[in-house]
């Protein structure tokens, strides 16, 4: 089992920043890729960024350029950090990690609000 608990959301004015947060608890030493999905309301969840534990990371076409995912493997931590904060980018936002035998497991999310 991973348990995962995320941090840093908020609301924030457009074309603010944020960085947030997702420490892993467990069996984290199982742990392959994390990243980051979001769900906006009525709309579905959709990825925001990826890492692989070799810290390869992979973005949404509407984030490319003004986000950053990393990972801290001494930590179990994985963080998003967004720039240029738009109004579509509020979302609830979910951090994954996939173990090495291809489970999912989420955090309950986190909710980022960008409104003026």
């Known amino acids: 089992q991973v348990q995962l608990v995320e941090s840093g959301g908020g609301e924030v004015q457009p074309g603010g920043s944020l960085r947030l947060s997702c420490a892993a608890a467990?069996?984290?030493?199982?742990?392959?890729?994390m990243g980051w999905y979001r769900q906006a309301p009525g709309k579905r969840r959709e990825l925001v960024a990826g890492i692989t534990s070799g810290g390869v990371a992979n973005y949404t076409d509407s984030v490319k350029g003004r986000s950053t995912i990393s990972r801290d493997n001494v930590k179990n931590t994985v963080y998003l950090r967004m720039d240029s904060l738009k109004p579509e980018d509020t979302a609830v936002y979910y951090c994954?990690?996939?173990?090495?035998?291809?489970?999912?497991?989420w955090g309950k999310g986190t909710q980022v609000t960008v409104s003026s």
């Open positions: 994954t990690a996939r173990t090495k035998w291809g489970i999912d497991f």
């Open positions: 467990g069996s984290t030493l199982s742990i392959n890729a």
